[in-house]
């Protein structure tokens, strides 16, 4: 089974401020990684496909990079509706795996 | 518009059953990869269960296996998950999810359905 460890738990930034969150496999995923954020009460939503694509309706300011085992996810410039929860999942190989999620939370 | 609707939690006690279902509108459930996602109060997300839009390739996570079966009705446009033999650690909000591809790009759980809550207790 493929551990994803993200990181950090927790992100405390202004809106405007750039954010940048890491999520790391055990082993290679290639670039089957996705990306979700979830509010509270809500289901997550589908950022980012395939390590590097942004779903349909998804703001140009979130982007992902990385491939292998070092993926990330950066939010150039937050705004208030982005403070949230963000979870990383490999679809490399079953199970899949989701990471332990990053917390945005306003500073 | 994509919906799932899931129905079907509430309280059991340890070692009973309960059956989920997902409703599903504005596309045929037959014809994508459907799965079961858990998250238990405070938690990370946990994939549970797969079905393939074949039918034919259906996968379950070690923490299930042989207690939850997932299946699909496709004159009801649902899919299911039976669930026997529940433990405290089952309590969590499930939710259906969908997957779709288009060419070489896959979407891993693109659409959510709202959560069904378990509560496993005595």
């Known amino acids: 089974e493929i551990v994803l460890t993200q990181s950090p738990a927790t992100l405390s930034l202004s809106p405007g401020e750039r954010a940048t969150l890491s999520c790391r496999a055990s082993?290679?995923?290639?670039?089957?990684l996705a990306w979700y954020q979830q509010k509270p009460g809500q289901a997550p939503r589908l950022l980012m496909y395939?390590?590097?694509n942004r779903a349909t309706g998804i703001p140009a300011r979130f982007s992902g990079s990385g491939s292998g085992t070092d993926l990330t996810l950066t939010i150039s410039s937050l705004e208030p509706e982005d403070f949230a929860v963000y979870y990383c999942?490999?679809?490399?190989?079953?199970?899949?795996?989701f990471g332990q999620g990053t917390k945005v939370e306003i500073k | 518009e994509v919906q799932l609707v899931e129905s079907g939690g509430g309280l059991v006690q340890p070692g009973g059953s309960l059956r989920l279902s997902c409703s599903a509108s504005?596309?045929?459930?037959?014809?994508?990869?459907m799965n079961w996602v858990r998250q238990a109060p405070g938690k990370e997300l946990e994939w549970i269960s797969h079905?393939?839009?074949?039918?034919?390739?259906?996968l379950y996570a070690d923490s299930v296996k042989g207690r939850f079966t997932i299946s699909r009705d496709t004159a009801r446009n649902s899919l299911y998950l039976q669930m026997h033999s529940l433990r405290d650690e089952d309590t969590a909000v499930y939710f259906c999810?969908?997957?779709?591809?288009?060419?070489?790009?896959?979407?891993?759980?693109?659409?959510w359905g709202q959560g069904a809550l378990v509560t496993v207790s005595s």
């Open positions: 079905i393939s839009d074949s039918g034919g390739d259906i």
């Open positions: 395939d390590a590097s």
């Open positions: 999942l490999q679809r490399s190989s079953w199970p899949r795996t």
């Open positions: 504005g596309f045929t459930v037959s014809r994508y990869n």
């Open positions: 082993q290679s995923v290639g670039t089957s």
């Open positions: 999810a969908r997957d779709s591809y288009s060419g070489s790009a896959y979407y891993a759980f693109d659409f």
